[in-house]
């Protein structure tokens, strides 16, 4: 197989179609309430439209929460307030319906999805299809060598690209995109630093399990040596990925890439995700079109990446526990959006009286 580039991305991916958008609109202007009076609900519902080529669009009927699983070697360095190479307990947590995104998930009816790309752990504690993917035990200590080879980066970028395209066939509607890892924050703050050209101190927050001010700058520190590492393969995103980035954050990437591909919507949840977007964006300037950013976290890195892909965030309450959490919130929003611009009456025109 020839070498994977991801800018070749920029080519297969089209825009949302704004023919369909337009006639969202022309649409929306018969309903008999008032312009602006659903507020952002408009704007969605016409977006969806766009994305589903469907006027009236069409209501979301399957949709499914996919998560990409991984450890990072620099939790090694006290950067997470969870205990370094245990992202399985958070995924055996989902699996058993005890997480906050599982609880969520099973109250609104919606399949979850747990892929690992790279945890740290011995494969017998999980189920052969959630480990069956993975691409490498555990990824590499970001400030101080590479997260992995570039062949394990391909890997891991293909494996996201075969899950979208299995989730597209199987009919998924809509993906609510979410991570599990232990350390994720550090690679997705460094990526966005890189690419936004911003320092260390700027983009790095405080984690999921809210860290003190010396893992902090443990953090902040991890961050500015793995920027030095990043800066000069910053021309090409499967060697940023591979540099700094780890297996489960190249598969989302690859996921991302391949939804716009397929035309499936995704939406985007915390500062894990808007990292990979943001790579994905830079291959394929046309692929945020295809994303909705669930919500803002709170996390500066995430905040500074929405904005360069000019996604607007539909909800701001603080989630950052991950796995999808934020985006599952945001579901019931886009759900109502669709049902609202499908199924309200347009205005019955008044009969036009003959006087001349
Ligand atoms: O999205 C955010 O803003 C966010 C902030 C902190 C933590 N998280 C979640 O917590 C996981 C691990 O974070 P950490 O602190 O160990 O790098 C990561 O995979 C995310 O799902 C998410
Ligand atoms: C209006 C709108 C524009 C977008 N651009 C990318 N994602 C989007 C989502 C919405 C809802």
């Known amino acids: 197989m020839s070498r994977l580039n991801l800018d070749d991305f920029s080519d297969l991916i089209e825009r949302p179609d704004s023919g369909m958008r337009r006639d969202a609109e022309e649409r929306r202007e018969r309903l008999a309430v008032p312009p602006g ?14 994305a589903q080529a469907s006027v009236p669009v069409k209501a979301i009927e399957q949709p499914r929460v996919v998560l990409f699983a991984g450890d990072h070697g620099v939790a090694e360095l006290g950067v997470s307030g969870r205990e370094s190479g245990s992202a399985h307990e958070l995924v055996r947590a989902t699996l058993e319906g005890a997480s906050p995104v599982a609880v969520l998930a099973r109250r609104m009816g919606v399949p979850v999805r747990v892929v690992d790309a790279g945890l740290d752990c011995d494969p017998e504690l999980l189920p052969d299809e959630v480990v069956r993917h993975r691409v490498r035990r555990g990824s590499g200590r970001i400030d101080i060598e590479d997260a992995m080879t570039i062949e394990e980066t391909e890997a891991a970028v ?27 924050t550090t690679p997705a703050s460094t990526l966005i630093a890189a690419l936004c050209g911003t320092d260390a101190s700027v983009v790095t927050g405080r984690g999921g399990a809210s860290i ?15 920027l030095r590492r990043a800066r000069p393969v910053l021309g090409d995103q499967l060697e940023l990925l591979a540099a700094v980035g780890g297996a489960d954050l190249a598969a989302t990437t690859g996921f991302l ?8 919507p995704v939406v985007l949840d915390g500062v894990v995700s808007a990292a990979c977007a943001l790579v994905g964006q830079r291959a394929a300037f046309r692929a945020p ?61 008044p009969v036009e009286s003959d006087t001349d």
């Open 37 to 50: 009076a659903l507020g952002r609900l408009d704007e969605l519902g016409e977006w969806l439209s766009a």
């Open 257 to 264: 890439l391949q939804s716009a591909v397929r035309r499936m």
């Open 289 to 349: 079109d295809w994303w909705l950013a669930g919500q803002v976290t709170g996390e500066p890195a995430q905040t500074k990446a929405l904005d360069r892909m000019a996604l607007n965030p539909l909800l701001d309450h603080g989630v950052t526990v991950g796995e999808g959490t934020g985006a599952l919130l945001a579901l019931p929003l886009v759900q109502a959006s669709a049902a609202l611009a499908a199924e309200l009456p347009e205005r019955t025109e």
């Open 212 to 226: 003190d001010d010396l893992a902090w700058m443990r953090k902040c520190a991890a961050i500015r040596d793995a």
């Open 158 to 184: 293909r494996l996201g690209m075969a899950i979208a395209d299995e989730e597209a066939d199987s009919g998924t509607d809509l993906v609510v995109l979410g991570d599990l890892s232990v350390g994720g």
